[in-house]
């Protein structure tokens, strides 16, 4: 998976190497959620999930530094179809 910017220059910004079968096109989605630190405030960031078959990722993006997207990678969860309705 690729986030690249086509302007002013195309750059990628973020890759990630998703597993499962090549042949599955991936959705993309992103969103603003809340996340909860402990011993901090809550923060909304932007957050990128992203699904191929059977497996969600979700990526915190938290800043953009030097050209690089900085990402915390947040978990991972099984989904089924009717999941996927749910969080993209």
């Known amino acids: ?3 690249i910017n086509l302007r002013p ?5 973020f890759s990630f190497l998703l597993p499962g079968q090549q042949d599955c096109l991936p959705l993309l989605s992103w969103r603003y959620a809340g ?12 957050v990128l999930a992203i699904a191929r078959q059977s497996t969600m990722h979700f990526f915190q ?3 953009y530094y030097n ?13 089924t179809h009717d999941h996927y309705a749910s969080y993209l």
């Open 1 to 3: 998976m690729l986030v």
């Open 9 to 13: 220059e195309v750059k990628i910004l």
């Open 35 to 46: 996340i909860k630190v402990p011993g901090k405030d809550a923060l909304f960031d932007p």
């Open 61 to 63: 993006v938290s800043g």
């Open 67 to 79: 050209g690089i997207v900085a990402t915390t990678y947040i978990t991972l969860i099984p989904a």
